[in-house]
């Protein structure tokens, strides 16, 4: 039976939130099944079924993507690249070409076939933590907020895992939330900017 989400606040002060969420996942085991959360984007119909994805290289310490993030779906996706300038692109992926660290310290591919944000059909979106409002928690540089602010005809969505549900998450006006946040145990449609589900 699925919890009801976790009634957790964070701090209202961003960089405290953002301690408290890391010290938590230091004494949080690590997850029995890490690619479930990425199944319960193809079997709960999450993706549209038209346009790209924009995706991201996960780090060590996040839920992976899974079937998104294997050279079979290269042609599918689309992947974040941060520019010089502290902006974020999207670049298409072969599935041969060997990642390297973005101007943002990221692992993403390298070259020049960018990707028109007007491809994109829906965006995954990291985060620290998250709330069942959308609102996201994310590493303090504000990529991905100002992105999605350019980038706001895709769906949002957030592969993370239950360690990082949260009743309140710390928000400025200026931070972009998600539409739909999905873990190990649950699909959750914010509700954010009025999306309910695969029907929308």
């Known amino acids: 039976m699925l919890q009801p989400w976790p009634d957790v606040p964070l701090p209202d002060d961003k960089d405290r939130a953002r301690a408290s969420v890391r010290a938590l996942l230091r004494s949080t085991p690590p997850l029995r099944d890490p690619l479930a959360a990425s199944r319960r984007l193809r079997e709960f119909g999450v993706m549209p079924a038209r346009g790209r994805v924009g995706v991201y290289v996960t780090m060590s310490s996040e839920t992976p993507l899974g079937w ?3 050279p079979e779906s290269a042609g599918r996706v689309a992947y974040v690249r941060c520019r010089d300038d502290g902006n974020l692109e999207l670049v298409a992926w072969d599935g041969v070409t ?11 591919p390298g070259g020049d076939a960018l990707v028109a944000p007007s491809e994109l059909g829906a965006v995954l979106v990291p985060g620290l933590a998250f709330d069942p409002t ?3 928690l994310g590493r303090g ?3 991905y907020d100002r992105a999605l602010a350019q980038w706001d ?5 957030a592969v993370t895992r239950e360690a990082r549900l ?4 710390p928000t400025a006006p200026h931070d972009q939330p998600v539409d739909v946040v999905v873990t190990e145990e649950r699909v959750h449609w914010t509700g954010a900017r009025g999306l309910r589900g695969p029907g929308r």
């Open 98 to 108: 060997p990642m390297q660290k973005d101007a943002g310290g990221v692992m993403a």
């Open 134 to 136: 959308g609102g996201r």
């Open 68 to 70: 998104l993030s294997e």
């Open 141 to 143: 540089r504000g990529f």
């Open 166 to 169: 949260f009743s309140r998450v």
């Open 153 to 157: 005809h895709a769906l949002r969505v």
